[in-house]
């Protein structure tokens, strides 16, 4: 038998990205278009979820189907989704702003689920949609347009976050390095499980600090070093290295039970194909427990 | 003569088993073919505060839990004083004798204290402070002259399943507490009319919507807990093994009901329950149900605001919240069901309309209709599930448009797994195939035709509701408009009036939007007009005014938490004719 190779093209949708020429972003589209390649998902099984910013635009440029949602909220979109049809292959996007200031929340409370989804965030350390304001990554004293003095906050460190709050598959891409992160995508979307790629995605227009320069001159890969993927702590101790080196690759993976599985109402299969007279059938016996 | 119908309040603190107590009451009734109506009046506090339940029970359907106690059951002293003043002239006071020593000054006259020396009823049974309620219920029984062997079976199947030991005790309890009464207590000449071979379910607002939502094959429910909607919660996780539901408690309500849209938009109905303060923190996602043409049932179930205001008081104050959640002009629907059984049908109907129009649908409930109990009678399961025009398959060449422009509005939906239907559903403006027109260069004419094939929904919809309708005589000298539940009390309140020969006729509104036709025709040819309203500004009243021109003349709004009693709304309509 012959196996048709699937073609990237066949993964780009029919709009042109409008991000600036060098953002980062466009190497999490290819790394996207690639691992959906490589996995032979099928288009029509793969949902994208977006929230606002640059970054949120990704899913109409891929040839799948995409909710362009509200901002900070691509992932409970993306857990619903999941939820009510568990045959889909779920992404969700979104930015640093998004994902680690306004949806916080739900990036939390989504990992303790432990869903069998992937959440992909294009951290530039930069609001860029909204013209450089200070975003939750941002360094401690940036200045940027919405602290002409200096940020007086601490960045969020997304993956200690990750690590602590129960996802099982914690990583990190690089723009920089486009063949590293389609792998790291692609492995994300075979694990079970929820996982994180956070992408250090440069902004070309509004972050002048953390450039590509500069992340090439602290980035080093995990999968060359001896890093042990199933040792927590030592994952943890890594997501802590930022200032002079700065890893990239897979912090963390386990095997662990997903929410998806484990719902006992989704025992039957995905929700969406379940029959909707189910309520007529038991419908007397319902109104008996009220006597 | 005896009295065919009785009201009974038990009053007490938190934690003293109140709800329990009301719970085997109205079982007890239901299973003696009793109709029955219970209201729970209590505070955001586990423990203590000031509880009453109300219960009203008698052969004919009840409409509101009354005005003054025949039977009042205080647990402690402080309820015992606080409450006896609402005690009729012939009723009585049941109360463990030896607890609360009652000062004979301080009852009124009429009254018969019914003293339950408790532990002298249980010596040979055992201690324990709650049994109290079991002994005063089983008396109760006696005084109502029902059937005490239907209180054994509604108390064995209670504890039946969990703990045979605490059963056994209860039923001698039940037998030590009804001897004595049969003994010692006068008489009191009830004749409720049992009829223990008729059996009436007794419901809560709250289990009609969720059991109205599982008939509607609704299969995904997400909520954050928040009184008086968390009952649904409750409910709906109880049934989902068999009703196949995903029922999910999230981190706060953005999330739940962005869950929601998520699974509506891979295909499942879905639906939402919270109050106000959640309710507000749902706005923004309720116009991208409406931007992206997700269907999605919402339920806001009332309570007293503004902010977290009376957590656990009943109010219609959010009316205008509903109308104005979310930016910019969509279509929506809100619907106001007046009763248990229209709680029922009203979210059957909501999953209809959200589905065939793919737009947000807002059920408004409040605390007291979601929370009381009440019997009623046949409900109709044989409702159909429209879910509106659905794409199974696309093969032709032609890229599929979600969003087509139609002359109704609405585009045939295809859900993610379905070939050849690839789309972007999109929270920015799009056009018809969804691509986003935000970005690139806003296309003016794009946008007015998207505007227009949404907002053509509304005309369609408002065709399909029913017109209003005025219930009694055309000719009376008052039209009392009012909506939500407060149809049974205002029904009570005219029966009433009409016993006194005055001539009063009732226009409920059940469709807030769109609003109902017909309104304008029936105000304008009533001889005069009165809107009651459970909230400040009368907010109806100013929606009627702003949709119709027309100008109610007269009000009776009620903020305090509590419901309508039917002696309000009698004294304000013969104030006015």
Request: hydrophobic share 25%.
């Given at each position: 038998m012959v196996v048709e190779p699937v073609k990237?093209?066949?993964?780009?949708?029919?709009i042109t990205p409008t991000w600036c020429p060098g953002c980062g972003d466009f190497a999490v589209l290819r790394g996207v278009h690639t691992a959906l390649a490589r996995l032979k998902i099928k288009s029509e099984n793969v949902v994208i979820s977006a929230g606002i910013g640059c970054s949120s635009n990704l899913p109409g440029f891929v040839n799948a189907y995409a909710f362009h949602g509200l901002h900070g909220r691509s992932l409970p979109i993306a857990n619903g989704i999941k939820l009510a049809n568990t045959d889909l292959t779920v992404i969700a996007t979104g930015g640093d702003g998004d994902g680690y200031g306004i949806g916080l929340g739900h990036f939390i409370h989504s990992m303790r689920r432990n869903i069998n989804i992937t959440y992909i965030v294009m951290n530039n350390q930069i609001y860029g949609l909204t013209t450089g304001q200070a975003s939750?990554?941002?360094?401690?004293?940036m200045v940027t347009k919405s602290t002409p003095?200096?940020?007086?906050e601490v960045p969020v460190n997304p993956i200690a976050l990750a690590l602590i709050s129960g996802a099982t598959y914690v990583s990190r891409g690089f723009s920089g390095n486009p063949d590293h992160l389609s792998t790291t995508i692609e492995n994300a979307l075979s694990h079970k499980g929820f996982s994180l790629v956070d992408v250090l995605s440069?902004?070309?227009?509004?972050?002048?600090?953390?450039t590509y320069q500069w992340f090439r001159d602290r980035v080093y890969t995990l999968e060359d070093e001896e890093h042990d993927t199933n040792d927590l702590k030592q994952a943890m101790s890594k997501s802590?290295?930022?200032?002079?080196k700065i890893p990239i690759g897979v912090f963390y993976k386990a095997d662990k039970p997903t929410y998806d599985a484990d719902e006992p109402a989704l025992q039957d299969g995905p929700l969406v194909n379940q029959p909707l007279d189910t309520g007529k059938r038991i419908a007397e016996q319902l109104l008996e427990e009220f006597t | 003569m005896s009295k065919h119908e009785v009201v009974i309040r038990v009053g007490g603190a938190a934690g003293d088993g109140i709800a329990s107590t009301g719970e085997a009451f109205a079982k007890i009734c239901s299973r003696s073919g009793l109709h029955l109506l219970a209201y729970n009046s209590y505070q955001s506090v586990i423990r203590g505060g000031f509880i009453y339940l109300q219960l009203r029970a008698g052969r004919d359907k009840i409409l509101s839990h009354g005005n003054k106690v025949d039977f009042l059951i205080a647990l402690n002293p402080l309820e015992f004083q606080r409450n006896i003043v609402d005690v009729v002239s012939g009723g009585a006071v049941l109360y463990n004798s030896d607890k609360i020593k009652p000062d004979p000054d301080k009852v009124p006259k009429g009254v018969t204290l019914c003293p339950l020396p408790v532990n002298e009823i249980l010596k040979d049974i055992g201690r324990n402070p709650i049994l109290q309620n079991t002994v005063a219920l089983s008396s109760l029984v006696q005084l109502l002259d029902l059937d005490v062997n239907v209180m054994n079976a509604v108390i064995r199947d209670y504890f039946g399943k969990k703990k045979q030991s605490v059963m056994e005790i209860n039923l001698k309890v039940i037998e030590a507490g009804y001897e004595y009464s049969k003994s010692n207590l006068p008489d009191f000449d009830f004749d409720l009319n049992p009829d223990y071979n008729t059996k009436r379910p007794v419901l809560t607002g709250n289990q009609a919507l969720g059991f109205g939502s599982i008939l509607a094959g609704c299969k995904f429910y997400c909520a954050y807990p928040m009184t008086p909607a968390s009952s649904i919660l409750h409910y709906l996780i109880a049934q989902s093994k068999k009703s196949g539901m995903v029922v999910k408690q999230a981190e706060d309500e953005i999330s739940v009901i962005n869950m929601a849209i998520g699974a509506s938009f891979a295909g499942v109905r879905s639906m939402v329950g919270t109050s106000g303060g959640g309710f507000a923190l749902m706005t923004e996602a309720i116009g991208l149900a409406g931007q992206t043409e997700t269907p999605i049932v919402i339920i806001n179930s009332m309570r007293g605001g503004p902010s977290t205001g009376l957590p656990t008081k009943t109010e219609q104050g959010d009316l205008f919240q509903a109308i104005g959640a979310s930016q910019g002009d969509f279509p929506k629907v809100i619907i106001a069901p007046s009763t248990i059984e229209d709680c029922f049908y009203s979210t059957i109907e909501a999953f209809n309309l959200a589905d065939q129009f793919q737009i947000p649908v807002i059920i408004l409930s409040d605390l007291f209709l979601s929370e009381h109990m009440e019997s009623i009678g046949n409900l109709d399961f044989n409702s159909t599930i429209e879910r509106g025009e659905i794409v199974t398959s696309n093969d032709s060449d032609k890229l599929y448009r979600r969003f087509q422009y139609t002359d109704t509005g609405v585009s045939p939906r295809a859900f993610p797994g379905t070939s050849g239907t690839v789309f972007q559903a999109s929270s920015d403006e799009h056009d018809d195939y969804g691509n986003i027109i935000s970005d690139v260069f806003t296309d003016s004419e794009i946008r007015i035709k998207i505007m227009l094939k949404r907002m053509r929904k509304m005309k369609f919809i408002a065709e399909q509701l029913p017109a209003a309708k005025l219930e009694g005589p055309a000719d009376a000298d008052l039209t009392i408009v009012s909506w939500g539940s407060t149809y049974n009390v205002v029904h009570e309140a005219i029966q009433i009036l009409q016993n006194n020969s005055k001539s009063v006729n009732h226009l409920h509104i059940k469709y807030l939007i769109p609003l109902q036709k017909g309104i304008k025709e029936i105000l304008s040819n009533s001889k005069d007009t009165l809107i009651i309203e459970a909230n400040y500004t009368g907010q109806l009243s100013k929606l009627i005014s702003m949709e119709t021109g027309f100008q109610i003349n007269h009000t009776l709004f009620k903020y305090d938490g509590e419901p309508f009693y039917p002696n309000q709304i009698i004294d304000k309509v013969e104030d006015l004719i």
């Open positions: 990237l093209e066949a993964y780009k949708s029919e939750p990554t941002s360094e401690r004293g003095s200096g940020l007086l440069p902004c070309v227009t509004y972050n002048k600090i953390q802590y290295e930022w200032e002079s | -």
